[in-house]
């Protein structure tokens, strides 16, 4: 499979746990975009990377919200001392510099549950 | 507040028919609009974009036109199928960079 791959599917925490969510973007992509997307509404961008370099953060990535991208291809994504507000799909999207946004592909997602 | 809206939160099409779904956006700013496709418990699956300085692009059985006087953006599907029922978002790049969705709109095709 050569697509975005997201990492768990499915995540089920308690309230106050601490949560990584991996993403393996297109090999020769170069942007790596988190976005956040909860029930009935639109994904909701959180941050994105260019190479290993973070180029923006939403103001929707609260401190306890951290993003790496270490040697420019698998992201993580951490959510620190997680709130129930948290619950949501995950998605991560690569796309190669040239296209950015447009040729945006995504995973499947990570659907964290926070109890 | 969202640059980007959908007139639209539900939308039923027999077989067949063809369907139009809406989207209104604000900032006139914008350079890109695509339209995505999530069926459910999946990513956003890209359909077509439009430059802001089209008025209309065609692909196989879509066409997304782009009224930048009323800053109105629509995604026109042809014959649809079972398989077109999703929930269809479109979204907006300004500068070459991030994606901003709208709310989104679902596509129920009746048989």
């Known amino acids: 499979d050569t697509g975005v791959s997201q990492d768990p599917r499915h995540k089920i925490t308690k309230r106050g746990q601490n949560v990584t969510f991996r993403c393996d973007p297109i090999?020769?992509?170069?942007?790596l975009y988190w976005y956040r997307q909860t029930l009935g509404q639109g994904p909701e961008f959180l941050t994105y990377?260019?190479?290993?370099?973070?180029?923006?953060k939403s103001r929707l990535l609260s401190d306890r919200f951290s993003a790496e991208r270490p040697k420019g291809s698998f992201s993580t994504l951490e959510i620190q001392r997680t709130e129930q507000g948290d619950s949501a799909m995950y998605l991560c999207?690569?796309?190669?510099?040239?296209?950015?946004?447009?040729?945006?592909?995504f995973g499947q997602g990570t659907r964290l549950t926070v109890v | 507040g969202e640059s980007v809206g959908l007139h639209l939160p539900t939308l039923s099409v027999q077989e067949g028919d063809n369907s139009i779904i809406n989207c209104a956006y604000s900032?006139?700013?914008?350079?890109?609009f695509i339209w995505y496709k999530q069926e459910s418990g999946k990513g956003p699956q890209f359909i077509i974009d439009?430059?802001?300085?089209?008025d209309k692009r065609q692909g196989q059985r879509v066409t997304v036109l782009l009224n930048k006087t009323v800053k109105h953006l629509s995604l026109q599907i042809a014959a649809t199928q079972p398989g077109d029922s999703a929930v269809y978002f479109c979204?907006?790049?300004?500068?070459?960079?991030?994606?901003?969705f709208g709310t989104g709109t679902r596509l129920t095709i009746i048989p």
């Open positions: 999207a690569s796309s190669p510099q040239s296209g950015a946004g447009t040729e945006a592909f």
């Open positions: 090999s020769e992509h170069n942007r």
């Open positions: 990377f260019q190479n290993e370099a973070q180029l923006e």
């Open positions: 900032n006139s700013a914008s350079d890109y």
């Open positions: 439009i430059r802001s300085n089209m």
């Open positions: 979204a907006e790049i300004i500068g070459n960079e991030k994606l901003t």
